[in-house]
């Protein structure tokens, strides 16, 4: 069926270490993986996307790595900063015309100073 | 350049009543998309418009419609209202009615049933 999982729901690591979010999809014909950040209240931002022909896309302390044999991709935030704290959503195309997008269900994400 | 922009921010109506939610999209994009975000949630996709069609559903009763105009703004209309159709509704802009294109969302409006 149509499904992305993401892990873990909570996360809380110290200023300064990596985290690491990982989520699963179930369509092999999905092609297109947006991470977003959402801050309380605020509206969800899009922080960085991969697509199916490439394996990992870096930018500053953000990366994605993208497992399609495996039909899991990753984000990873070095040395965070306690701005990092939001919740943080994967998503996932649906089918070869990407169709539609399917979110995951959240990271809360803290950083303890 | 303006982001994509939603009215009105804050909504309470009653069970059974009908409301319209409005979207404005990002300058020089052309396709909509609405989701339904529960707290706690990740957003829920309702539909997409693009050349003023639906062009994608999700999993939402008929209840949910929608339309866009030649400017590509949007309207999402809920019909018969539920408790459960608490919410905040997004709204997300990109291009060329696909899916794998990045989206712009909007600040959304928060609808709250009594």
């Known amino acids: 069926g149509e499904n992305v999982e993401q892990h873990p729901s909570t996360l809380s690591v110290q200023e300064g270490d990596s985290a690491v979010i990982k989520c699963t999809y179930s369509d092999s014909a999905s092609n297109y993986f947006p991470w977003y950040k959402q801050e309380l209240g605020k509206r969800p931002q899009l922080i960085i996307d991969i697509r199916s022909n490439v394996g990992e896309k870096k930018d500053q302390r953000i990366a994605v790595t993208l497992n399609k044999t495996a039909k899991h991709f990753s984000l990873h935030i070095t040395e965070t900063q306690p701005e990092d704290s939001a919740v943080y959503f994967c998503a996932a195309t649906l089918g070869s015309s990407a169709s539609k997008i399917i979110f995951g269900s959240g990271t809360r994400l803290s950083i303890r100073p | 350049d303006a982001g994509v922009t939603q009215s009105p921010t804050h909504l309470i109506k009653t069970r059974g009543q009908q409301v319209t939610l409005r979207c404005s999209p990002k300058s020089g994009h052309d396709t909509v998309s609405w989701y339904q975000q529960a707290l706690g949630q990740g957003p829920q996709f309702i539909f997409q418009?693009?050349?003023?069609?639906?062009?994608q559903r999700g999993n939402f009763p008929d209840r949910f419609s929608g339309h866009q105009f030649p400017n590509y703004s949007s309207e999402l209309n809920v019909n018969a209202l539920l408790l459960g159709d608490s919410a905040l509704y997004l709204c997300?802009?990109?291009?060329?009615?696909?899916?794998?294109?990045?989206?712009?969302f909007g600040d959304g409006t928060r609808l709250s049933i009594l």
């Open positions: 418009y693009y050349e003023e069609e639906e062009r």
């Open positions: 997300a802009s990109s291009l060329f009615g696909t899916a794998n294109q990045p989206q712009h």
